[in-house]
């Protein structure tokens, strides 16, 4: 078991983490001087929207997540190097079997306010995101704690969650069955310690800078909302001797190109993913000029199918759709970020099955597209729209499928574009016919893109899909103790999904950034979003 945790774990991938970054581990990186001239060291950041909510039980979107890991702090997070190292935690241990995980929390370990931080804070954060009333529609990221599920729909109690602290400073979780990436998953903000006084007292605590109360390397000092966040380091912090930044100051700029314009003249200092979008007509020039880099973190981009009204609701029309896609042509003449095509939903670099399960095949789009039509009684096709979020690079990816859909298939699809938070509201409500989904890893598994379909009241689960078997075989996967059998049997799963397709894959993830050379020590996570503990600014 402990030689398979290791190849599980070990197979978490460092991508974008940039050129002159320090080789040292977070456990004793050597501080830089804040500056050459005296002045406080200021790194300036963009980010394309307003954040919904810097509640880390809460939040769903990458803009949020990017903001709360400045904030906040969960028991493990990532060095320069990549590597997964203990950070509210100094220590743990995890029983033979991995169904037991006890970590030691720092004596040394604050709130932004000054209170110590126990054992008990966790505890709270994570009964509380498991609590019906909470609504954290990431709360199956914690289903494998014993209970977990049991409490969050409703048929077991809070009491019979397996977590609990045994002092102070000790943590320890019981879990339903073997789950070897428990450890990498307390890096995910639903298993961040949340300040109970402060939660308990005010419903909108997370939604200004003044009432918000973390223990990460950032303190928020401003939130002009829809125009700046700005954050200064936590003297609090247990290890603030490490963090370089004096301040951190976030413009919300909605343009993509308006951000590349401000990056181009200085007046901030990225360009590009975590931060924004870069412009598609930017891409060639970047590249030609040698400044293009590729953060290729696990994810799949998708057309998301209402499988819950017709005509989406035939399996035969979905694989019409699905098949009648040029995937490589998307990539080529709009992404041209060289990102892999996608023939299933868990990234290839999993390894479930990398060749995928099933090709571009225009005639045989049609052929189902007609047998799916009969089986709906259909004599014309109707009116169908495809939905997307307000990017340049997202507008000409949904023309180009239209186009594709009306070769291929002979049908006009509209399009509708909606801001951020539109899109996002029409995509949890089933307020769509076909959408744009991109799911970026939350931690390094298959399991991970599988279980989000288990069951229709997922969170994540937009076509709103469910199929007994494919449920069967996610629950089997969470108590087999085998890899190699654990594998099979999520590759199984993926077929199925694959073969009812409420999902129609694009591409692989590839997110293309550019930056200003004086930005160091700059960390995008292995799995993506942004870290700003270690960053410098040598002006």
């Not at 450890?183 to 109970?196: D, I, K, S, Y």
């Not at 050379?517 to 700059?522: L, Q, S, T």
């Amino acid at each position: 078991m402990k030689k398979a945790f290791a190849l599980l774990t070990g197979l978490t991938l460092l991508f974008g983490v940039l050129t002159g970054c320090s080789t040292q581990s977070n456990e004793s990186p050597q501080a830089e001087q804040a500056s050459t001239n005296g002045e406080p060291m200021v790194l300036r950041w963009s980010i394309n929207s307003e954040p919904p909510s810097l509640d880390p039980g809460i939040a769903v979107d990458a803009d949020s997540f990017d903001m709360i890991y400045a904030a906040f702090e969960g028991l493990t997070s990532y060095d320069v190097n990549g590597e997964l190292v203990n950070a509210t935690a100094e220590s743990f241990t995890n029983s033979p079997d991995y169904t037991q995980f006890t970590f030691k929390i720092r004596k040394d370990a604050k709130w932004s306010n000054g209170d110590p931080l126990t054992a008990h804070d966790f505890v709270y954060a994570i009964k509380r995101n498991l609590d019906p009333k909470t609504a954290s529609e990431y709360a199956y990221q914690l289903y494998y704690i014993k209970g977990g599920e049991e409490y969050n729909t409703g048929i077991g109690s809070a009491d019979d969650v397996g977590v609990k602290a045994l002092d102070d400073y000790t943590l320890e979780f019981t879990l339903k069955a073997p789950t070897p990436f428990f450890r990498e998953l307390t890096f995910f903000p639903t298993l961040f310690p949340l300040h109970q006084k402060t939660v308990e007292s005010n419903p909108k605590w997370a939604d200004e800078a003044a009432t918000i109360v973390g223990n990460g390397p950032f303190i928020m000092k401003e939130w002009e909302h829809k125009q700046k966040i700005v954050f200064e380091k936590n003297d609090n912090y247990w290890d603030k001797d490490n963090v370089k930044l004096d301040r951190l100051e976030v413009a919300m700029i909605d343009d993509n190109n308006t951000a590349f314009s401000m990056f181009e003249n200085g007046d901030i200092d990225w360009g590009g993913y975590p931060a924004s979008t870069l412009p598609p007509d930017a891409i060639p020039y970047l590249k030609n000029e040698g400044k293009l880099m590729v953060a290729s973190n696990p994810g799949t981009q998708s057309v998301v199918f209402n499988t819950q009204k017709p005509p989406f609701n035939n399996q035969k029309i979905r694989q019409a759709f699905a098949y009648a896609i040029d995937r490589q042509a998307i990539i080529d003449n709009i992404l041209q970020t060289g990102v892999p095509a996608a023939y299933g939903w868990v990234p290839d670099s999993m390894g479930l099955k990398p060749e995928g399960y099933f090709k571009e095949d225009p005639a045989k789009a049609k052929q189902l597209l007609e047998e799916g039509m009969k089986e709906l009684g259909l004599t014309s096709f109707p009116s169908v729209t495809y939905t997307f979020d307000s990017t340049d690079m997202n507008k000409k990816v949904a023309e180009a499928l239209q186009d594709q859909w009306k070769r291929n298939l002979g049908i006009d699809v509209k399009l509708y574009t909606a801001e951020l938070k539109v899109y996002r509201d029409m995509r949890s409500q089933g307020n769509f016919d076909m959408i744009r989904f991109q799911w970026g890893a939350d931690f390094n598994d298959p399991i991970n893109f599988l279980e989000m379909f288990r069951e229709k009241t997922g969170g994540n689960n937009h076509p709103d899909w469910e199929n007994p078997k494919f449920k069967e075989l996610i629950d089997q996967s969470y108590t087999e103790p085998d890899l190699e059998k654990r594998k099979q049997i999520l590759l199984e799963a993926e077929t199925i999904l694959m073969e009812e397709m409420p999902l129609a894959p694009i591409n692989f993830r590839g997110n293309p950034y550019v930056k200003n050379d004086h930005v160091k020590d700059f960390i995008i996570f292995p799995l993506g979003g942004a870290y700003f503990k270690y960053a410098s600014v040598m002006r």
